[in-house]
C-alpha cells in the first residue's frame, strides 16, 4: 500500500471546500492543515473539514506536509508556488497556473533544481466524459482530427461572486479564467499547439454588480472580455475558441471536434461527466459501449441536478506519482504550455498578429477505467 502524502492548502476561499471535502475519495493524499493570510478564514475553513489552521510561514516549515495545494488568487499564483519550492515542497496550484511563461519557465527551473514535482489544475480532462473521448481518438473511431470548435460564453461573474473583482483584471478574463479547461482538454485530445491568433475586445469598460453582499456596486475591466481564437495545432488541426463574458444566450456546444471519420461531440470541459456523442462520417453511432468510468458517475447534486465532481483526482495521481515514481498527468509541463497558449491568445489580440507557440508538452498518459479505479480509496 502506497504511504499517504501529507496535503496543507494556501487559501481558504470556495474552491477550498471542494478540495477538502472530495480528497477523502482518493487513496495516496491526506488533508492536513489549512493556511490564509486571513486567520479568521483559515480557522474556520478548519474547524468545517477537521483539520488544523496554520499560518503561511507554519505551513511552509511543517514536517507533515509533502505537497503544498496553491488556492490564492491568480495574481500571487507564481509569489506562493515559488515560496512553497524554496520551502522544499511539492507544490499543486489551482488554474491557471501562473499568468506568464516567465513565471512558469522560473518555477521550472527552481523545481528541477530541488527534485520537486509541479502539478496543477484543471484535472476535469480526467473526468470520464473526457476519457471516453479520448479512446474514441486514441482507437482511432472518429479518424484523425483536423478540426473542432470550442465555446465558451456567459455574461460573466458579478451575478453569482460575491467578490467578482478580479475575474475583470489583468491575469483573469475568460481566456485565463475557464479557458485553462478548454485548451488543456484539446492538448490531452489532440496534442501540443504550435500557433495561435486572436481578436480581444472590452464592449463594457464597468460592470454593476447582482450578487450579494455588494449588489449594485460598479467594478472596473481591465482585461479582454471577448476573445475569439484560433489554434493550429502540431498535427495539423485546426480549431476556434470563442470566449466571451458579453454574452447573455448562444445555442453553441462546448467543444465539437471533427476527425477524418466522423465527427465526436464532447461536453463542458469544465466538468468530469456529459453525455459523449459521435458519428461515422454524417451518422451518429447509436448505442456506444458501456463505459464504466468511476469519474463519470454522478455523485454531487449542483443547480442542474446530479453532477460528477472528482476535483483532486489530479492531486491524487500526482501523490501516487510521486512514491511510485511515474509522471503525473496534470504537470508542470502541460500547464506551461496550456499557459503559452493562452497568454499568446493576448497577446494576438492585442497585436493583430500570429504567434508562435514557445513551449511544447506530451499529451499526458490516458486515464482509463483501470487506472481511474486505481485512484479511489478502498471503501
Known sequence: MAKKLGIGVIGAGNISAAYFRLAPLFRGIEMRACADINMDAAKARAKEFKLRAATVDELLKADDIDIVVNLTIPAVHYEVSRRVLDAGKHVYS???????????????????????????????????????????????????????????????????????????????????????????????????????????????????????????????????????????????????????????????????????????????????????????EDKPVKGLPKWPHPFGVANEKHGHGMMANYRTAGLADMALAITEGRPHRCSMELALHAVDVMTSLLKSGETGKFVTMQTTCERPAALGVKEAKALLAKK
Request: with cysteine; proline share 8%; net charge neutral.
Open 94 to 280: 489551482e488554474k491557471p497556473f501562473v499568468l506568464s511563461l516567465q513565471e512558469g519557465l522560473d518555477l521550472r527551473k527552481r523545481a528541477a533544481k530541488k527534485g520537486l514535482r509541479i502539478g496543477s489544475a484543471p484535472d476535469t480532462f480526467l473526468g470520464g466524459a473526457h476519457q471516453l473521448v479520448r479512446s474514441l481518438i486514441d482507437e482511432g473511431k472518429v479518424g484523425e482530427i483536423t478540426g473542432g470548435t470550442c465555446t465558451v460564453m456567459s455574461h460573466g461573474m458579478e451575478h453569482w461572486h460575491p467578490n467578482p473583482d478580479f475575474f475583470f483584471q489583468p491575469g483573469a478574463g475568460p481566456v485565463l479564467d475557464i479557458g485553462p479547461y478548454y485548451v488543456t482538454n484539446l492538448i490531452q485530445l489532440i496534442g501540443p499547439v504550435r500557433r495561435v491568433a486572436a481578436l480581444a475586445s472590452i464592449p463594457a469598460k464597468q460592470r454593476t454588480i447582482s450578487s450579494k453582499p455588494r449588489a449594485g456596486e460598479k467594478i472596473p475591466v481591465n482585461t479582454p472580455t471577448t476573445i475569439h481564437g484560433l489554434l493550429e495545432f502540431a498535427n495539423g488541426a485546426v480549431v476556434t475558441l470563442n470566449t466571451s463574458w458579453d454574452v447573455w444566450s448562444h445555442g453553441h456546444a462546448p467543444m465539437e471536434l471533427y476527425g477524418e471519420r466522423g465527427t465526436v461531440f464532447v461536453p463542458d470541459p469544465n466538468f468530469f461527466g456529459g453525455e459523449v456523442v459521435y458519428t461515422k
